[in-house]
Protein backbone atom coordinates (compact mmCIF):
# COMPACT_ATOMS: atom_id res chain seq x y z
CA UNK A 1 0.00 0.00 0.00
CA UNK A 2 1.38 3.68 -0.98
CA UNK A 3 1.25 6.12 1.35
CA UNK A 4 0.18 9.10 -0.79
CA UNK A 5 -1.59 11.62 2.12
CA UNK A 6 -0.49 15.62 1.87
CA UNK A 7 2.00 14.78 4.78
CA UNK A 8 3.69 12.31 2.75
CA UNK A 9 3.95 14.38 0.21
CA UNK A 10 5.07 17.22 2.11
CA UNK A 11 7.79 15.41 3.77
CA UNK A 12 9.17 14.34 0.24
CA UNK A 13 9.01 17.55 -1.26
CA UNK A 14 10.99 19.36 2.30
CA UNK A 15 14.02 16.29 2.13
CA UNK A 16 13.99 17.02 -1.32
CA UNK A 17 14.76 20.44 -0.59
CA UNK A 18 17.46 19.59 2.02
CA UNK A 19 19.31 16.93 -0.11
CA UNK A 20 19.84 19.58 -2.90
CA UNK A 21 21.07 21.87 0.45
CA UNK A 22 23.39 19.44 1.51
CA UNK A 23 24.85 18.76 -2.54
CA UNK A 24 24.97 22.20 -2.57
CA UNK A 25 27.02 22.94 0.04
CA UNK A 26 29.20 19.92 -0.64
CA UNK A 27 29.90 20.74 -4.07
CA UNK A 28 30.50 24.17 -2.81
CA UNK A 29 27.82 26.16 -5.07
CA UNK A 30 27.68 28.46 -2.08
CA UNK A 31 25.71 31.04 -3.92
CA UNK A 32 23.26 28.62 -5.05
CA UNK A 33 22.93 27.59 -1.67
CA UNK A 34 22.23 31.14 -0.42
CA UNK A 35 19.57 31.51 -3.19
CA UNK A 36 18.13 29.08 -0.37
CA UNK A 37 17.86 31.36 2.10
CA UNK A 38 15.09 33.99 3.36
CA UNK A 39 16.23 37.23 3.43
CA UNK A 40 14.75 37.58 7.31
CA UNK A 41 16.78 34.04 7.89
CA UNK A 42 18.23 33.81 11.63
CA UNK A 43 21.15 30.23 11.47
CA UNK A 44 21.69 29.80 15.46
CA UNK A 45 24.44 27.28 16.63
CA UNK A 46 24.60 27.37 20.52
CA UNK A 47 27.23 26.11 22.50
CA UNK A 48 26.55 22.91 24.29
CA UNK A 49 27.23 22.69 27.97
CA UNK A 50 28.00 19.50 30.26
CA UNK A 51 24.98 19.69 32.83
CA UNK A 52 25.17 17.47 35.74
CA UNK A 53 22.02 17.21 37.09
CA UNK A 54 18.33 17.43 35.45
CA UNK A 55 17.85 21.13 36.83
CA UNK A 56 20.32 22.25 34.94
CA UNK A 57 19.18 20.87 31.69
CA UNK A 58 17.25 24.26 30.76
CA UNK A 59 21.03 25.76 30.89
CA UNK A 60 22.27 23.02 28.26
CA UNK A 61 22.63 25.33 25.60
CA UNK A 62 23.59 29.10 25.52
CA UNK A 63 21.27 31.64 23.88
CA UNK A 64 21.05 34.53 21.50
CA UNK A 65 21.24 37.56 22.63
CA UNK A 66 22.43 36.31 26.06
CA UNK A 67 25.41 33.82 25.40
CA UNK A 68 28.09 33.49 22.60
CA UNK A 69 27.14 30.71 20.52
CA UNK A 70 29.34 28.82 17.54
CA UNK A 71 27.10 30.70 14.45
CA UNK A 72 24.40 33.21 15.44
CA UNK A 73 24.35 34.57 11.75
CA UNK A 74 21.36 36.53 9.17
CA UNK A 75 21.61 35.89 5.52
CA UNK A 76 24.20 39.05 5.63
CA UNK A 77 26.68 37.57 7.28
CA UNK A 78 26.14 34.49 5.55
CA UNK A 79 26.61 36.31 2.42
CA UNK A 80 30.03 37.94 3.71
CA UNK A 81 30.82 34.53 4.23
CA UNK A 82 30.59 33.04 1.16
CA UNK A 83 32.30 36.39 0.15
CA UNK A 84 35.43 35.36 1.94
CA UNK A 85 35.23 31.92 0.61
CA UNK A 86 35.47 32.72 -3.10
CA UNK A 87 38.36 35.20 -2.51
CA UNK A 88 40.43 31.95 -2.40
CA UNK A 89 42.21 33.62 0.49
CA UNK A 90 40.58 32.21 3.31
CA UNK A 91 43.92 30.51 5.21
CA UNK A 92 41.60 27.90 7.08
CA UNK A 93 40.19 26.95 3.88
CA UNK A 94 43.63 26.10 1.82
CA UNK A 95 43.42 23.56 0.49
CA UNK A 96 39.75 23.73 0.68
CA UNK A 97 38.11 21.40 3.20
CA UNK A 98 36.03 18.28 1.32
CA UNK A 99 33.04 18.27 3.18
CA UNK A 100 29.69 15.62 3.14
CA UNK A 101 26.58 16.41 5.00
CA UNK A 102 24.16 13.79 5.36
CA UNK A 103 20.30 14.57 6.69
CA UNK A 104 18.43 12.49 8.06
CA UNK A 105 14.87 11.09 10.30
CA UNK A 106 13.20 14.06 8.37
CA UNK A 107 9.83 15.05 10.54
CA UNK A 108 7.79 17.65 10.09
CA UNK A 109 6.84 19.08 13.51
CA UNK A 110 4.17 21.97 12.83
CA UNK A 111 2.41 23.08 9.50
CA UNK A 112 1.11 26.45 8.72
CA UNK A 113 1.19 27.71 5.58
CA UNK A 114 3.45 29.37 3.98
CA UNK A 115 5.29 27.91 6.82
CA UNK A 116 6.66 24.69 7.99
CA UNK A 117 8.67 23.31 10.98
CA UNK A 118 11.10 20.53 10.59
CA UNK A 119 13.31 18.42 12.76
CA UNK A 120 16.15 16.14 11.49
CA UNK A 121 19.81 14.74 12.40
CA UNK A 122 22.93 15.61 10.84
CA UNK A 123 25.89 13.93 10.60
CA UNK A 124 28.63 16.08 8.62
CA UNK A 125 32.25 14.70 7.82
CA UNK A 126 34.68 17.50 6.81
CA UNK A 127 38.29 16.15 5.78
CA UNK A 128 41.11 18.41 5.03
CA UNK A 129 45.11 17.91 3.76
CA UNK A 130 46.11 14.15 5.14
CA UNK A 131 45.27 13.97 8.14
CA UNK A 132 42.45 16.11 9.47
CA UNK A 133 39.18 14.16 10.11
CA UNK A 134 36.16 15.78 11.94
CA UNK A 135 32.98 14.74 12.53
CA UNK A 136 29.96 16.86 14.04
CA UNK A 137 27.00 15.01 14.96
CA UNK A 138 23.30 16.75 15.94
CA UNK A 139 19.95 17.88 15.27
CA UNK A 140 18.51 20.60 13.13
CA UNK A 141 15.36 22.75 13.67
CA UNK A 142 14.49 24.57 10.40
CA UNK A 143 11.29 26.64 9.12
CA UNK A 144 10.63 26.55 5.53
CA UNK A 145 8.47 29.60 4.15
CA UNK A 146 6.84 28.75 1.00
CA UNK A 147 7.55 31.40 -1.65
CA UNK A 148 6.55 32.03 -5.35
CA UNK A 149 10.08 30.91 -5.99
CA UNK A 150 9.94 27.53 -3.87
CA UNK A 151 11.10 26.41 -0.50
CA UNK A 152 13.53 29.06 1.34
CA UNK A 153 14.72 28.56 4.83
CA UNK A 154 14.11 31.48 6.87
CA UNK A 155 15.14 29.40 10.37
CA UNK A 156 17.88 26.88 11.60
CA UNK A 157 18.71 26.01 15.02
CA UNK A 158 21.40 23.55 15.14
CA UNK A 159 22.15 21.27 18.35
CA UNK A 160 25.54 19.74 18.18
CA UNK A 161 25.83 16.67 20.36
CA UNK A 162 29.33 17.89 20.93
CA UNK A 163 30.27 20.14 23.71
CA UNK A 164 33.77 20.77 22.98
CA UNK A 165 34.75 21.11 18.91
CA UNK A 166 37.88 19.29 18.35
CA UNK A 167 38.20 20.65 15.03
CA UNK A 168 40.98 23.29 14.02
CA UNK A 169 37.91 25.77 12.91
CA UNK A 170 34.64 25.99 11.79
CA UNK A 171 34.54 27.69 8.27
CA UNK A 172 31.41 25.34 6.89
CA UNK A 173 27.88 25.70 7.06
CA UNK A 174 25.60 23.40 8.55
Keep these: MTDTSPTTALRAEIEEFFYLEADLLDERRFREW ?4 ADDLRYEVPVRRNVVSTQQVPRENTRPG ?22 GEHWAE ?7 HLVSNVRIIDVDLPAVRTTCRILIS ?26 RLSRRHVLLDQSVLQMKNLTFFL
Design 34 to 37: LDLL
Design 66 to 87: HDVLWFDEDKATLVKRVVQLET
Design 94 to 100: EPVSRVS
Design 126 to 151: RNRVDDETDILVGRREDTLALTDGGW
